[in-house]
């Protein structure tokens, strides 16, 4: 992985709004590239505590 490559992932994480409960949008991306390099993976539900 290049420097340009390591950049545009760091940007994409960040432009993901993950605030607030929308954190399965970075775990999806992730996920999909780290498929794009072989690596298998998976993404795990966790229970979010409530107020």
């Avoid at 994409?12 to 949008?25: C, G, H, K, Q, W």
């Avoid at 390099?37 to 229970?47: D, K, L, N, R, T």
């Amino acid at each position: 992985m290049n420097k340009n490559e390591k950049i545009k992932l760091l940007a994409d994480l960040v432009a993901i709004r993950s605030m607030n409960d929308n954190e399965e949008a970075v775990a999806e991306y992730l996920a999909a590239f780290l498929d794009k390099y072989g690596i298998e993976s998976e993404i795990v539900q966790c229970a979010t505590a409530s107020s």
